[in-house]
């Protein structure tokens, strides 16, 4: 995992808190001008980055929800095979504007899911609604895309613990990306411009021409070990392993939109939801 910062100081000590960010290579082709990409609507964790997170039908009057990884959950990192839903929380998160100025202070009342099986991901819900964010602060959230990301495509991942964003392209998918003792589905692996660290764990991947979050931000492979901790390896459909040291990945969420019904409400009986159930 990109650690909740476990020896995220020590990346930094090589990689350099003030080092430029990496700029996405240029496309052969220019469909769509960019969207300006920046760190309203991030938040940051006690040891992760996160955002405030809304899905196509969502309404402005529903409780806001914040997207993390798995692994940032508060109580520990869910076991293989287990889902969290409905569970109590108080977490506070610091809400951030466009410039990655601290805002306010957002809080929890619940983990509404939590899973480290097949995907790697906690969505919290807010005591607050979008409105109230909006009119408070001016801030909006972040729309998570319903639709499965395309190669190729120019991302940005937004640290909001760092106040950091890092540029690249999106390189490919994983079938299969294993990691200790989890395994999750269809990752989406960067280029190497994304050189992410300990404490970026749950930043939104933002695709830069939609400004929509196609995936969460949740590891990377850092010594060239296979398949060990902080060290995932890539199996494909024929079981053969390949190991890239100092490539991050993430998890797709265009598959998260179908479990949560009306009122931001999941329901994971819904028609078209693949998350894993408890």
């Not at 839903?85 to 506070?92: C, I, L, Y």
């Not at 390189?171 to 970026?200: A, M, P, Q």
Request: proline fraction near 5%; aromatic fraction near 6%.
């Amino acid at each position: 995992m990109n650690k909740p910062l476990l020896a995220a100081l020590s990346a930094l000590a090589v990689a350099g808190l003030g080092a430029t960010p990496a700029v996405a290579a240029p496309q052969h082709t220019a469909k769509a001008a960019a969207v300006t990409v920046n760190f309203a609507g991030t938040v940051s964790l006690s040891n992760c980055s996160g955002s405030v997170i809304r899905f196509p039908s969502s309404a402005d009057t529903d409780p806001a929800l914040v997207m993390t990884n798995g692994h940032c959950l508060e109580t520990g990192f869910p076991e293989p095979g287990e889902v969290i839903t409905g569970q109590s929380s108080s977490r506070s998160f610091g809400l951030l504007n466009a410039s990655g100025s601290r805002v306010a202070t957002l809080r929890a009342n619940q983990v509404v899911y939590s899973t480290m099986t097949d995907t790697d991901v906690t969505i919290y819900r807010l005591t607050t609604t979008y409105a109230q964010i909006k009119s408070a602060y001016g801030i909006s959230p972040l729309t998570v895309n319903d639709t499965h990301p395309t190669a190729g495509t120019a991302i940005k991942v937004v640290s909001g613990y760092w106040k950091r964003t890092y540029s690249c392209n999106l390189d490919g998918f994983v079938y299969r990306l294993k990691e200790g003792d989890w395994t999750w589905k269809d990752s989406l692996r960067y280029t190497s411009s994304c050189n992410t660290i300990g404490g970026t764990s749950g930043s939104p991947v933002i695709d830069t021409t939609t400004g929509k979050v196609v995936a969460v931000n949740n590891t990377g492979n850092e010594d060239g070990e296979r398949c060990t901790e902080n060290n995932p390896c890539e199996v494909d459909e024929n079981g053969n392993v390949t190991v890239r040291q100092g490539i991050n990945y993430a998890e797709e969420t265009y598959q998260i939109p179908a479990c949560f019904t009306t009122g931001n409400k999941l329901n994971l009986s819904a028609a078209g939801c693949v998350l894993p159930k408890p």
